[in-house]
């Protein structure tokens, strides 16, 4: 009896193996389970914060897109200002505004009348080299100020007008038309050498010499310019345009010499390419230098000044 109760209460060595093996095998799975639970979620985690890096990346594209899209309108906005600004804006060089003076001695405009030395405003852009619209009062100012179409033979930039006074303060230079007086500040280089007109008064009378030099019946005039450096001088014929009545260069020459001038009428007594003198057929110009002595006149035929020596 007793034995058979030893025998039932010893464990048997089978199911104790067996049981050892069982928590083994279960560990093992739960360590597995842990194991690919762990990786799981080290795989997913990265990929999720991979995926928030790459978002962040886009949004900071799209700020920076942004911020491009707003510079550019700010930049367009502002380049739509300063074209669309007042005169004022561009500043004085960008202005289409230029000073200018009277140089003849009266000009009457509507009610008023402008004096030799007055100052007008100039639009140089809606000017041209014949006519200049003109204002009385600074338009920049005055926007209101009332524009003017004029001969722009009247007007001289503001900053030539004290060269202006300088050339023509003496008689007979002071009495030639505004538009004459223009050509003779803008004519005054020739050849490498500059010439001015002289401030000599005894000099100024051999200077200047009138007459109808092309036989239009419009008076003409004939100016000698010097260098007083190299003692020469440069000649201007300066006729008169039938129709606009307005001058032009009709002849120009250089001298190696200080020359006076003074003209001759139509039937004059000239030699003319013959040992014998001829009547002028038109008026002419005399040159006299040191040792030459030489009469210009008109060839209608040939429509040019030819040059005939006197001596």
């Known amino acids: 009896m007793e034995n058979n109760n030893n025998l039932q209460n010893k464990p048997n060595n089978d199911e104790v193996k067996i049981s050892k093996k069982t928590l083994y095998l279960i560990g093992g799975i739960i360590g597995a389970l842990l194991l690919i639970t762990g990786i799981y ?13 790459v978002t962040v990346s886009a949004s900071a594209n799209d700020s920076l897109n942004k911020i491009k899209k707003d510079s550019a309108d700010i930049l367009k906005d502002s380049v739509q200002i ?13 202005s289409p505004y230029s000073e200018y003076r009277l140089i003849a001695q009266s000009l009457p405009i509507a009610s008023q009348k ?13 000017s041209t080299e014949d006519s200049k619209l ?3 009062q600074n338009p920049e100012i005055i926007k209101d100020a009332t524009p003017y179409t004029i001969s722009a033979a009247y007007f001289i930039n ?3 007008f004290d060269e202006y006074k300088k050339n023509f303060s003496l008689p007979p230079f002071s009495d030639l038309a505004p538009a004459v007086k223009k050509i003779l500040l803008d004519k005054n280089y020739s050849d490498g050498n500059r010439y001015e007109i002289t401030q000599n ?32 001088s440069h000649l201007l014929i300066i006729c008169t345009n039938k129709a606009t009545k307005m001058p032009y260069v009709a002849f120009e020459e250089n001298y190696s010499d200080k020359m006076k001038i003074n003209s001759f009428s139509k039937g004059a007594s000239v030699f003319m390419n013959s040992d014998e003198f001829t009547n002028s057929p038109l008026d002419g110009v005399i040159l006299k230098g040191e040792d030459v002595k030489i009469a210009l006149i008109y060839d209608k035929d040939l429509q040019k000044f030819k040059t005939y020596h006197q001596e």
């Open 158 to 160: 503001d900053y030539r």
């Open 201 to 232: 008064a005894d000099r100024a009378k051999s200077s200047v010499a009138f007459g109808d030099y092309d036989g239009d019946g419009l008076r003409d005039v004939a100016v000698i310019q010097d260098n007083n450096e190299k003692q020469i």
């Open 41 to 53: 979620f080290a795989f997913f985690k990265n990929k999720k914060d991979q995926k928030e890096v």
């Open 82 to 94: 300063v074209k669309d600004g007042n005169d004022e804006d561009y500043g004085e060089e960008g």
């Open 114 to 126: 402008l004096n030799f030395g007055d100052k007008v405003y100039i639009d140089d852009v809606k």
């Open 134 to 136: 003109v204002y009385l």
